[in-house]
Nanobody, 123 residues
Framework: QVQLVESGGGLVQPGGSLRLSCAVS????????IGWFRQAPGKGREGVSF????????QYADSVKGRFTISRDNAKNAVYLQMNSLQPGDTAVYYC????????????????WGQGTQVTVSS
C-alpha cells in the first residue's frame, strides 16, 4: 500500500525555519520524483519545490527560491523541505506527492499524495 506521510509542520514566527519531512512507503523512492505543494486558505494548490529521481535535479517556485531547499534520502525513504526565512505568505497546508522518475510542476501529473501538514507563520 502506497503511503506518503508529511510531518514537521507547526507554528513559527516570521523569519523562522521549519523542516518538513515526507516519509514514503509501498514503493521504491529511488524511482520516483517528489513534489511539494501547498494550499493556503481560500486559494488553490500551488507547486513549491520538486526533485527528480535519477539525477536529483530540483526546481523551485519563484516565491521560495533562495529560502527553501528540497532534498532526498532514498535509503531512508524520505524527502525533506528545509524552509528558512519564513513569511506569513508561506502559511498553508503542505503536501508531498509522488510520480515516476521525472518531476513535474503540474499537480495533475502526480499519482500519490499525502494528507498534508499545516505550516503557520505568525507573530
Amino acid at each position: 500500500q502506497v503511503q506518503l506521510v508529511e510531518s514537521g509542520g507547526g507554528l513559527v514566527q516570521p523569519g523562522g525555519s521549519l523542516r518538513l519531512s515526507c516519509a514514503v512507503s509501498g514503493f521504491t523512492l529511488e524511482y520516483y520524483a517528489i513534489g511539494w505543494f501547498r494550499q493556503a486558505p481560500g486559494k488553490g494548490r500551488e507547486g513549491v519545490s520538486f526533485i527528480s529521481s535519477a539525477d536529483g535535479s530540483t526546481q523551485y517556485a519563484d516565491s521560495v527560491k533562495g529560502r527553501f531547499t528540497i532534498s532526498r534520502d532514498n535509503a531512508k525513504n524520505a524527502v525533506y523541505l528545509q524552509m528558512n526565512s519564513l513569511q506569513p505568505g508561506d502559511t498553508a497546508v503542505y503536501y508531498c506527492a509522488a510520480r515516476r522518475l521525472i518531476a513535474s510542476l503540474r499537480e495533475s501529473a502526480y499519482d500519490y499524495w499525502g494528507q498534508g501538514t499545516q505550516v503557520t507563520v505568525s507573530s
